[in-house]
């Protein structure tokens, strides 16, 4: 299994950014998913989260700012982060899996002017 995450990079305050998260060797239509972050010096959080049925779930700071997504034809896992805050700056991993969670490499986002 391997997760390749990619979009990463700098944004102004209020601005907008996409990440991906390409995925080969797991079913992506059957998996759970998601993303969590892991800012400088703090711990690895959940960012948002997609059930095997399509259920989301959202960290509280990001709700009604990123969503979460699946293109399960690209076996990609979509994260739409808008309003992009200067806390928002972390690293972002995907996590995929149905029994077993597989982790990709992180994508760095920072959020500065």
């Known amino acids: 299994v391997q997760l390749q995450a990619s979009g990463g990079g700098l944004v102004q305050p209020g601005g907008s950014l996409r990440l991906s998260c390409a995925a080969s060797g797991i079913r992506v239509s059957i998996s759970n998913m998601a993303w969590y972050r892991q800012a400088p010096g703090k711990e690895r959080e959940l960012v948002a989260r997609i059930s095997s049925v399509d259920t989301t779930i959202y960290a509280d700071s990001v709700k009604g700012r990123f969503t979460i997504s699946r293109d399960a034809a690209k076996s990609t896992l979509i994260l739409q982060m808008n309003s992009l805050k200067p806390e928002d700056t972390a690293v972002y991993y995907c996590?995929?899996?149905?029994?077993?969670?597989?982790w990709g490499q992180g994508t760095l986002v920072t959020v500065s002017s």
């Open positions: 996590s995929a899996g149905v029994v077993t969670m597989y």
